[in-house]
């Protein structure tokens, strides 16, 4: 028998599966066995609904050996194309609120070598984005998610793990470490990369930069000659939901021979506000005007580049409290 570390243990195998080394690390790996090797066809039973969860994190390393087999598969749910072994490709349902809606990724394949290589698939309830990796490299996200839907499992029984999979009777582990758990839902609609400014021809240019995104609706960029009250300069239109380096960028056209404090904002879809730190572009005129200092919060001289909280001290008086990322 196949014993889980975690969860519901498996009620049935093919006859030939067993677990022998060679899998990663050294470790033991599931082996459909030989000389004349049946399918793994682990099965895991939905024990009282274990298995119909709102959102999933599921992954499982594979060392392909054959052409047809199929890595995971529940009801409608795939981990594979059909029991095609050269693709990955998921196929999921999410709850419309009136039945479920099928979502299948596109292909990426799954070369044929001695490698074992991690397949990894996430759904966010949260936002509605699936998204798939090969290595913890994210190689298909959902393009258009919609938010706050539910994985659909109506009609869907039990799990069956490595199904028409004999590994081409080459008697060495095809599958290892399988993982199935509960995907925590995203919390921080976007991850901000960099925020900064300069002054260009009479204007005041702003750009920054995402890594993610999910359910951002827009940017406003406002702005305030003493860090307290606040205008607004320009909103941007956000990505939505996006796994790739994203550039925005905004004028200030009427910016004033001063210390320009500028604050970004973002607005996800449910109407949830998130504000990032202030920047300041300087532009005074007077050549008077220079910077003396920098220091940390201790008073201790510091560099421009230091990271975290400096306060730059100028020669009129000024003193701009800033934050290094």
């Known amino acids: 028998m196949l014993l889980s570390v975690v969860g519901p243990t498996a009620t049935s195998a093919g006859n030939s599966a067993t677990s022998s080394p060679g899998g990663v690390g050294g470790t033991n790996g599931l082996n459909p066995g030989a000389p004349t090797a049946n399918d793994i066809n682990l099965t895991i039973p939905n024990t ?38 050269a693709n990955f490709q998921v196929t999921f349902r999410v709850n419309n609120g009136s039945g479920g809606t099928t979502v299948t990724s596109t292909i990426y394949p799954i070369p ?35 938010a706050n839907q539910n994985l659909y499992w109506v009609g869907d029984g039990n799990l069956v793990i490595g199904q028409a999979m004999d590994g081409a009777n080459n008697n ?62 320009s909103t941007v239109i956000g990505a939505g939901n996006s796994s790739f380096l994203k550039k925005y960028q905004a004028y200030d056209p009427t910016p004033k021979n001063l210390l320009n404090y500028y604050r970004l904002q973002q607005t996800d879809f449910d109407g949830v506000v998130k504000k990032f730190s202030v920047i300041v572009i300087d532009n005074r005129t007077s050549d008077d005007v220079k910077l003396l200092k920098v220091t940390d919060m201790m008073g201790r001289n510091i560099s421009d580049d230091t990271e975290g909280l400096q306060f730059q001290h100028y020669s009129d008086g000024t003193v701009i409290k800033k934050t290094n990322n």
Not at 113 to 124: E, K, L
Not at 125 to 137: A, S
Request: aromatic share 12%.
């Open 172 to 233: 060495v582990p095809n599958l290892d470490n399988f993982i199935l758990q509960a995907y925590t839902c995203a919390t921080l609609p976007i991850e901000l990369v960099d925020f900064s400014g300069m002054a260009y021809s009479g204007k005041n240019l702003l750009k920054w930069s995402t890594a993610t995104e999910k359910n951002n609706d827009y940017f406003t960029l406002e702005k305030s000659e003493n860090g307290e009250l606040w205008t607004v300069v």
């Open 48 to 85: 009282s609904g274990v298995l119909d969860v709102n959102n999933i994190d599921i992954s499982i390393d594979y060392r392909r050996n054959e052409s047809t087999a199929s890595m995971i598969q529940r009801g409608t749910f795939n981990f594979n194309t059909g029991t095609a072994a």
């Open 112 to 146: 044929q070598d001695a490698t074992f290589r991690n397949y990894r698939f996430t759904y966010d309830n949260c936002t509605g984005i699936g998204t798939m990796y090969v290595n913890n490299t994210v190689v298909w996200s959902s393009p258009t998610p919609t």
